[in-house]
């Protein structure tokens, strides 16, 4: 099949670099975006209501990202690291990253506290 589209030029450069690959480009994409993000925010909310609840050390500890949220994860660090990644999606990353962040910092303070 034969497809004719506009882009912003950014774009077509990489489209350009990448012109072998574009079918395979396509069809992860499609892949990618088939993942259930509204799972994965729910999970996102209930990492947020436990660290709003004031938790003991020991639960906040026991904080683990479920494998949807790391494979999600994964593949949005995948897409920004190639310049792939669809700028609604870069919210979705930098909220992931951030939520991170603070059980990294939330889990240091649980150490010390042990």
Do not use: C
């Not at 990618?32 to 799972?39: D, E, I, K």
């Not at 660290?51 to 494979?71: C, E, G, K, V, Y």
């Not at 669809?86 to 889990?107: F, P, Q, S, T, W």
């Amino acid at each position: 099949m034969q497809l004719t589209i506009e882009v912003p030029d950014y774009l077509a450069e990489q489209i350009e670099q990448n012109r072998d690959h574009i079918a395979e480009i396509l069809e992860q994409s499609f892949q990618q975006t088939s993942v259930a993000p509204a799972a994965v925010e729910d999970e996102l909310r209930e990492i947020v209501t436990l660290l709003a609840s004031q938790p003991t050390p020991r639960q906040i500890l026991n904080i683990w990202p479920s494998a949807a949220l790391q494979n999600r994860l994964s593949q949005l660090l995948s897409q920004s690291k190639t310049g792939m990644i669809a700028r609604e999606h870069i919210g979705e990353l930098e909220r992931y990253l951030l939520l991170d962040h603070m059980v990294r910092l939330a889990k240091g303070q649980a150490l010390q506290q042990l």
